[in-house]
């Protein structure tokens, strides 16, 4: 197996586009959204259709007009948490093997991932080309480093990356997939990924893995101080032993001054907590400024979204890993998801599910820095179009995405 086998993923047009005619920004009324330099510079009540503009198909570019027909139109959509350099997408089917378990797939990935090309950038522009075909624009992507690839997976996904020339906003987090402490060398291995430009180092369940959570998660977030990048720890530990490890991540984050730049992956513990230790923990999370990931694991308890909300704990969803030697599941869909968090939690009111929508775009833009997505005069120009009667419609069908623009250009448009 080789990535010969692999089509090349289709190549963005990245056309630039100055007037998106004819949406519903969140279903609201119809207007024209002007764009400018990557930006929203003006919206207008929807004009006349100009001369001409009956021939072309709803939600499709002609020259650098988009006529929307009245579709629905929505900020970009946010992966918070994927796994862009690790899957299989596009190479033939690979059955299930080895064990189960993290340390067991850790072990199965590690042995089959050379075979596979992974990591690389034809795999990497695979899955960033499946995200954006789902409407994503803005991605954090944890990357493995480790001591078998070093840094090569963050060179394969600025690569890949490279291919949409800033449309598409990628950030990175240098991710220990494999153990810290129990790995002499992986330490200095994320210092140099830190100095090579990664905006955010991860680390992996130091208790359970490492067997050290005052030493990995000591380690983690004083790098991330010294080189002034966020943190992103994934934590499947469950109950108190997670809970235990989030406060001393929420210690280390006070002492360091790392406020409002620590993100908790998973952390399928606060679920699992009695209700007064999870309220406790929540609101020094809130106060702290530590975020929260979710990728809405359909065997576990649901993170309370309103309780997050209620605490000021912000929150992100994503993909997690889709096809990848951990697990044959995953679409690239983060409004699927938000699908999944809606269905798994039993929302069914507007308001909860409204909620879920924008942790999918607006309220989820904080997991790439950024203050302002939406559609709004000022706002870099993301957004999605679909065919649906307002948010919540397209939440609970999930449409397919009709046309995907990111800083104004065409990252993506439904063949
Ligand atoms: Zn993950």
Same mark, same amino acid.
């Given at each position: 197996m080789s990535t010969d086998a692999l089509d090349a993923p289709p190549t963005p047009s990245l056309r630039t586009v100055r007037l998106v005619r004819d949406v519903r920004p969140w279903g609201g009324a119809p207007v024209?959204?002007?764009?400018?330099?990557?930006?929203?510079?003006?919206?207008?009540?929807?004009?006349?259709?100009?001369?001409?503009?009956?021939?072309?198909?709803?939600?499709?570019?002609?020259?650098?007009?988009?006529?929307?027909?009245?579709?629905?139109?929505?900020?970009?959509?946010?992966? #918070?948490?994927?796994?862009?350099?690790?899957?299989?997408?596009?190479?033939?089917?690979?059955?299930?093997g080895g064990e189960g378990g993290t340390d067991g797939r850790i072990r199965h990935e590690r042995a089959r991932r050379d075979e596979l090309g992974i990591p690389g950038a034809r795999t990497t522009a695979a899955v960033l080309a499946e995200l954006v075909r789902h409407g994503t624009t803005a991605v954090r992507s944890h990357v493995d480093v480790d001591l078998g690839v070093g840094l090569r997976g963050i060179e394969a996904v600025r690569e890949a990356a490279a291919a949409y020339d800033g449309a598409l906003h990628v950030?990175?987090?240098?991710?220990?997939?494999?153990?810290?402490?129990?790995?002499?060398?992986?330490?200095?291995?994320?210092?140099?990924?830190?100095?090579?430009?990664?905006?955010?180092?991860?680390?992996?369940?130091?208790?359970?893995?490492?067997?050290?959570?005052?030493?990995?998660?000591d380690a983690v977030l004083a790098l991330a101080a010294e080189h002034g990048v966020g943190v992103d720890l994934h934590l499947h530990d469950?109950?108190?032993?997670?809970?235990?490890?989030?406060?001393?991540?929420?210690?280390?984050?006070?002492?360091?001054?790392?406020?409002?730049?620590?993100?908790?992956?998973?952390?399928?513990?606060?679920?699992?907590?009695?209700?007064?230790?999870?309220?406790?923990?929540?609101?020094?999370?809130?106060?702290?400024?530590?975020?929260?990931?979710?990728?809405?694991?359909?065997?576990?308890?649901?993170?309370?979204?309103?309780?997050?909300? #209620?605490?000021?704990?912000?929150?992100?969803?994503?993909?997690?890993?889709?096809?990848?030697?951990?697990?044959?599941?995953?679409?690239?869909?983060?409004?699927?998801?938000?699908?999944?968090?809606?269905?798994?939690?039993s929302l069914v009111r507007d308001e909860d599910l409204l909620r879920v929508v924008r942790l999918a775009t607006t309220d989820g833009a904080w997991a790439v820095g950024r203050d302002g997505h939406d559609l709004v005069v000022g706002a870099r120009a993301d957004l999605v179009l679909l065919d649906a009667e307002n948010p919540l419609d397209a939440l609970v069908r999930t449409p397919p995405r009709e046309l995907v623009l990111g800083g104004g250009r065409v990252l993506a448009e439904r063949a």
């Open positions: 024209d959204l002007h764009l400018d330099g990557g930006v929203i510079t003006a919206i207008t009540p929807a004009g006349p259709s100009p001369a001409g503009a009956a021939e072309v198909d709803g939600g499709r570019v002609d020259g650098d007009v988009v006529d929307g027909r009245g579709l629905l139109a929505l900020p970009g959509i946010v992966n #918070a948490h994927a796994h862009v350099d690790k899957s299989w997408w596009g190479l033939p089917w690979q059955s299930y950030e990175v987090v240098a991710f220990p997939q494999d153990g810290v402490l129990r790995r002499p060398g992986v330490l200095d291995l994320l210092h140099a990924a830190a100095r090579a430009g990664a905006e955010h180092v991860g680390g992996l369940d130091p208790a359970s893995i490492d067997r050290d959570p005052v030493g990995q998660v469950p109950a108190e032993l997670g809970a235990f490890q989030i406060e001393l991540v929420a210690d280390r984050t006070e002492r360091l001054g790392l406020q409002g730049r620590v993100t908790i992956a998973h952390g399928f513990a606060v679920a699992q907590l009695p209700d007064a230790q999870r309220a406790d923990l929540l609101a020094r999370m809130g106060a702290l400024g530590i975020a929260m990931t979710t990728v809405a694991p359909l065997r576990l308890p649901q993170l309370p979204v309103a309780e997050l909300a #209620a605490a000021g704990v912000r929150l992100g969803l994503g993909t997690d890993g889709i096809r990848d030697l951990w697990s044959p599941y995953g679409t690239g869909d983060t409004l699927g998801i938000a699908w999944q968090l809606a269905r798994a939690s």
